[in-house]
T-cell receptor, first 116, second 111 residues
């Protein structure tokens, strides 16, 4: 049948519960990763980043985990709130040189819906 | 800090017309990116500049698309002639090495 568009994976979470959003990245040479949040009608906003020499990094209510062996990234949101409802993207970056940065490649995104 | 500023926020035009999207990156940032977002293909990188020089334009869909960065504080993305399939949200982003900061986007509708 005719494709009508991307069907984003959707994660439904009850308010107060923890959320885990997963992402598989493509390039084993990528050494820097970012999670972005995009609310309806807005541009993506930076949430948290991690370098390839780390496997975990924590921010305020968010934690990013990196598993380079299987090229997997995850974002954990603690005590999910209604304001966390958005599309979440992971992005990978392979820099050209130490003085310039290469392309950021974005994943397809995950729609998070927080229910009361 | 005003962030990345894009104009216009919305653009409605007819097929065949020229469209120019504008971007002012964050002051001091040395890299600028143009992305396109659609339901069909998600967020796609079109072109990016480093120190005002185009580094990679392999994402530009075809010759109808062109981008310029005449100075460190201004960039344009032009579509000539525009087609209905160009309808999308176009984002500009800038960075200084690491974190990418996005503008609010231009919603383009080509009728």
């Amino acid at each position: 049948g005719e494709s009508v568009g991307l069907h984003l994976p959707t994660l439904s979470v009850q308010e107060g519960d923890n959320s885990i959003i997963n992402c598989a990245y493509s390039n084993s040479a990528s050494d820097y990763f970012i999670w972005y949040k995009q609310e309806s009608g807005k541009g993506p906003q930076f949430i948290i980043d991690i370098r390839s020499n780390m496997d975990k990094r924590q921010g305020q209510r968010v934690t990013v985990l990196l598993n380079k062996t299987v090229k997997h990234l995850s974002l954990q949101i603690a005590a999910t709130q209604p304001g966390d409802s958005a599309v979440y993207f992971c992005a990978e970056n392979m820099p050209l040189t130490t003085d310039s940065w290469g392309k950021f490649q974005f994943g397809a995104g995950t729609q998070v819906v927080v229910t009361p | 800090d005003a962030g990345v500023i894009q104009s216009p926020r919305h653009e409605v035009t007819e097929m065949g017309q020229e469209v120019t999207l504008r971007c002012k990156p964050i002051s001091g940032h040395n890299s600028l990116f143009w992305y396109r977002q659609t339901m069909m293909r998600g967020l796609e990188l079109l072109i990016y500049f480093n120190n005002n020089v185009p580094i990679d334009d392999s994402g530009m869909p075809e010759d109808r698309f062109s981008a310029k960065m005449p100075n460190a504080s201004f960039s344009t993305l032009k579509i000539q002639p525009s087609e209905p399939r160009d309808s999308a949200v176009y984002f500009c982003a800038s960075s200084l090495g690491e974190k990418l900061f996005f503008g609010s986007g231009t919603q383009l509708s080509v009728l």
